[in-house]
């Protein structure tokens, strides 16, 4: 009973922080915003030297849903994209197929607590730290020889379940992972919201089903939506952030975008160390293709915001095991380790058991879109091309078993790359659905 | 069939929604297995506590941690002497303090007599089913296993 009210009182706060500035957004935005906010913001609170107790903590979201729940019954929320008037039976059929997986998800989570290695060593035990602790400023994370892997590794996803842990008042890491099934459903909404944007409902469902019907999701191994680890979430924030950005760059004269595409760069940077390099991919592509002014104030706006974290990364131990990248690696390993990665990558591509035959549709619908020679779109081709190869370079600097490193990450990080191709070759039909609209 | 598929879908060509249609059919075939594996597993533990599950997960070391937890107090520190990374028994052990002793597993009576009023606990392998582990008791207590 205490875990299904923490559970709510978790996702309300999410949800409502989200939703006082940005009302306007689908559910999917709103909630990441408040994820971003709300972890970051417990981050700031201990960067400031103050502790979060169970019981103060409980108190205050207490008060704080009861002052919303006020506040919200005197307020009417615009909704830019209208409600389906009804929903056919094709919407119907590919909603229902899409809560089956989602109920999937559930008895995933319910099943069994936090037990793939990463969830467990990565962001399992920093959560228990941070619930017992109070703070992450204690020996166990700055000391080295204390048995804490990569103390300076982004911590959203363990202020994340170290929230739901505070409000249950003990480490109830049996329930936790619904909480990632939730990162899951924002995700889906988010994604569909945008595709509605362009395509009617039935379509917009019908490829957001061909991505969250992916087996990889529900497989049991960390690329499993509810595995616990930070990669579904890095995924989901990753998407708020070439989405907004995808905005911008339609319409540079809103600079709305690019405030969520802020809020959404902090959650990026805050989840996964790959979160930093990414991000300043997709705002320096932003502006080497716009030129605009208020990318770089906003681009400085965010950096300023994530100093506080930067700082006190730069003043945690790396993990005292796990060796550094080096472009001497890179270099060592030359055209063999080259080749040897595009053959792994081919594999792991083609593994039907994860990914069906999505990267085969994907160059497959770029070609029946290239048959009515469409623009393919600049920024987010652009975008997954340097993901890409930040990605191959990042392996292949990794001074480790090399064959064992990308069996173990890479399987997981096309999760982060995947909504990107699909959204590329979504675009690529746009222009058709303009010219009828014009038509 | 096709002029149907085009009415209902306008917005995109005909082969682009087939392409999808088949896309989808592979991925409903191919998360089979994890939904049947998935559901089985729920139907065991649903009536389950935590330290149950648990067990099931780590059929032979989780009964070891709980012992190791009943004769370590809380306050105390643990050497781990431990090949295989990564030490995920830290999870369960939190939060006792467990600091890096040595990968070898013959080093247990070298670091006992580096740390003697600390704890020494080994831990051999990371297989599920075999993973154990032993803990050392400081040098003025007598050496037991759990």
Known sequence: MRSLIAFFGQNLVYLSVGSIFFADLSLGWRYGIGVAAVNYGFFLWNALGLRIASGPLRGVTAVYLLVYALLFSLRRHRHRIPPAKFIDWHSGLYLFLLSVYGLLAVIQ?????????????????????????????????????????????????????????????????????????????????????????????????????????????????????????????????????????????????????????????????????????????AWG?????????????????????????????????????????????????????????????????????TWGIFWVLMPALFMVSMRDHRP???????????????????????????????????????????????????????????????? | MLARIKTVYSDLPVAAIVLLWMGLAVNLYNVIPSAAWSISIFRRTWTMSLQEKYALLYPALYPDLEKIKQRVSEKDTLWLVSPKEPWHINYYLYPRTLRWGSP???????????????????????????????????????????
Not at chain 1, 137 to 164: C, D, H, S, T, W
Not at chain 1, 398 to 403: A, I, N, R, T
Not at chain 2, 107 to 122: L, Y
């Open chain 1, 109 to 281: 989570a319910m099943a069994l607590p936090l037990y793939h290695l990463d969830a467990i060593i990565g962001f399992g035990l920093k959560s228990k730290l941070l619930i017992h602790a109070g703070t992450f400023k204690f020996p166990y994370f700055y000391e080295r020889g204390i048995i804490n892997p990569v103390p300076n590794y982004p911590l959203l996803v363990p202020y994340g379940q170290a929230f739901f842990y505070w409000l249950v008042g003990a480490v109830r890491d049996d329930n936790v992972r619904i909480w990632h099934a939730v990162i899951g459903a924002a995700w889906l909404s988010m994604i569909v919201a945008e595709l509605r944007r362009h395509f009617t409902l039935r379509t917009s469902l019908l490829w957001a089903a061909l991505f969250f019907t992916l087996p990889g999701l529900y497989r049991d191994n960390e690329t499993q939506l509810v595995s616990g680890i930070s990669d579904i979430p890095f995924a989901f924030f990753w998407t708020g952030v070439f989405l907004s950005g995808l905005r911008y760059w339609k319409n540079p004269r809103q600079i709305r975008p690019l405030t969520v595409m802020i809020l959404f760069s902090i959650g990026c940077v805050f989840t996964k160390s790959n979160g930093t390099i990414l991000t300043a991919l």
């Open chain 1, 376 to 439: 393919i779109n600049n920024y987010l081709a652009l975008l997954l091309a340097l993901q890409l190869i930040v990605y191959g370079a990042i392996i292949l600097m990794e001074p480790v078993d090399l064959g064992a490193f990308i069996g173990a990450q890479m399987p997981r990080w096309m999760f982060h790359v995947a909504p990107l191709a699909l959204f590329l070759i979504s675009e690529s039909f746009v222009p058709l659905i303009s010219q009828k609209e014009i038509a």
């Open chain 2, 104 to 146: 070898r597993m013959d080093d247990v009576e070298a670091i006992r007599q580096a740390h003697p009023s600390d704890w020494v606990i080994s831990h051999n392998t990371l297989d599920p089913q075999k993973d154990r582990a032993w803990v050392y008791p400081p040098l003025n207590e007598k050496r037991s296993q759990p």
């Open chain 1, 285 to 353: 592509l932003l502006y080497a293709q716009r030129r605009k002014p208020e990318i770089l104030k906003m681009a400085l706006l965010l950096g300023l915001l994530l100093v506080p974290w930067f700082v006190i990364q730069s003043g945690l131990p790396h993990d005292f095991t796990t060796p550094r990248l080096s472009f001497d690696t890179m270099a060592a390993r030359g055209w063999q380790g080259l080749v040897f990665y595009s053959r792994a990558m081919i594999r792991i591509l083609f593994d039907r058991a």
